[in-house]
């Protein structure tokens, strides 16, 4: 075992009352919310209480003016119990971070503070049905006529789309150019002209609420331009290593959870006479896994600490993402296997875990866009 030197004893502090939360307000419901297809929104007020949400954010808006280590505490705790359902990732890691980074001043006093409260739940829709890897290609258009933008399109796959209050959308200011066209925009879920599609139903994460949403001639104030307009592309592109950091943070500890329920299977179960953990097979296959898990957890420490210093470059974030995912799912794979038919009932754990792992490897980019970022950076001139 490597020790971990990434967190101090105040990160083990604040993981210790993460931890009793998740195992009190969260675990014993998770089923129930996949049955609902999403989880509880009083969870994420509880959240807020509990100064769960968006560690990050200044003391000026109300935050906790943390490092990234208490987000990915938080990220590894839930990963580590398989609540897959709980959206705080994609709020406190990925979408809020684009107010802290580019909002003005007034939109940061206006929405930082409830966003940290969970008073409003944030959402960032990128993707639309023609468009998810090839992000330039996206075909929303806000059309400035006078003091507001009017938007109109549709996105799809929306993590939070149910929940969320407050969108960060992903829009052509000027349609005629590709990624020099594209700007964010804060849009309130009230807006009128603003619907929010059905609850996508998909094969895992299915406490996880995934959406459409539509926008016909959305009024949005031009306050409500993040930044400058056609910047967005720029400020995607900056923001993603975080993103995929997230995502491989949340692998690597939902990796090292299934590990060891597996380990407690093996133990147990027999088969001819001795516990499954007694044949050669089974000792390799653990062999195998917990060393390149052991690998993937020291990489991906590295990346949380370049990240404290800002010094993740973005083909390092495109590795850490691809590597780690793409080992999830081998790993949950090999464990299901060596649960046998068990292993297939969506009452045990492993078997949830694989099916909920499936999407780490499409969202936050494809893993083949991962590889794209990093030939390019390898056969840069
Ligand atoms: C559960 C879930 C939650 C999501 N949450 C969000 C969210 O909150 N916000 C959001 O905006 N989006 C979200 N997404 C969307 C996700 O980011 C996209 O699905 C993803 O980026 C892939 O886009 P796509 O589905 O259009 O696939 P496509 O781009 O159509 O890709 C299809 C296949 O082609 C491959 N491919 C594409 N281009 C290339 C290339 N140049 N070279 C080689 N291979 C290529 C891809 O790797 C993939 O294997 C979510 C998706 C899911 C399933």
Redesign the pocket.
């Known amino acids: 075992m490597i020790p971990r030197t990434v967190y101090n004893e105040d990160h083990e502090q604040f993981r210790d009352t993460v931890r009793k939360f998740l195992e009190n307000e969260a675990a014993p419901h998770h089923a129930q919310w996949e049955k609902d297809g999403q989880v509880d929104r009083a969870l994420w007020n509880k959240a807020g209480d509990m100064g769960f949400l968006c560690p990050q954010v200044p003391e000026a808006y109300g935050g906790l003016e943390l490092d990234f280590g208490y987000n990915a505490i938080i990220d590894e705790e839930i990963s580590r119990l398989g609540l897959t359902g709980i959206g705080w990732g ?1 709020h406190s890691d ?2 809020v971070p684009y107010i802290v980074n580019y909002g003005s001043e007034e939109q940061k006093q206006k929405y930082l503070p409830k966003c940290i409260s969970g008073e409003l739940v944030t ?13 330039q290609g996206v075909r929303s258009t806000a059309i400035k006529q006078g003091d507001h933008y009017v938007l109109n399109g549709s ?7 149910q929940h969320a209050d407050l969108v960060v959308v ?1 829009a052509k200011t000027n349609p005629e150019e590709g990624a020099s066209g594209v700007s964010l925009l804060l849009v309130e879920a009230d807006s009128p002209g603003f619907k929010k599609g059905t609850n ?1 139903e ?1 094969i ?2 299915k406490a ?1 609420d ?1 959406s459409e949403l539509f926008f016909d001639d959305v009024k949005v104030p031009v306050e409500n331009l993040l930044g400058a307009e056609g910047q967005g592309f720029v400020y995607l592109m900056q923001e993603l290593p975080q993103e995929r950091l997230s995502v491989a943070v949340n692998a690597i500890a939902n990796a090292e959870a299934a590990l060891g329920w597996t380990i407690d299977y093996v133990r147990e179960r027999k088969a001819f006479g001795k516990p499954i953990a007694a044949f050669q097979n089974t000792q390799f296959k653990l062999a195998e896994l917990d060393s390149e898990l052991t690998a993937l957890r020291v990489f991906v420490d590295r990346c949380l600490e370049l990240h404290y210093d800002r010094k993740l470059d973005v083909s390092t974030a495109a590795k850490a993402k691809y590597l780690s995912t793409d080992f999830q799912c081998k790993l949950l794979d090999e464990c299901v296997q060596l649960h046998g038919g068990f292993g297939y009932m969506w009452e045990y754990p492993i078997a949830r875990a694989w099916a909920d792992a499936r ?1 780490q490897r ?8 991962m ?2 970022i990093i030939s390019r950076e390898l056969l840069k001139e």
């Open positions: 994609l990925i979408a959402a960032i829709a990128m993707t639309e049905p023609g468009a998810g890897s090839d992000l996105k799809t796959f929306i993590t939070n789309g992903v996508l998909k895992g994460m996880q995934t999407v499409i969202y936050a980019g494809t893993n083949e866009i590889k794209l």
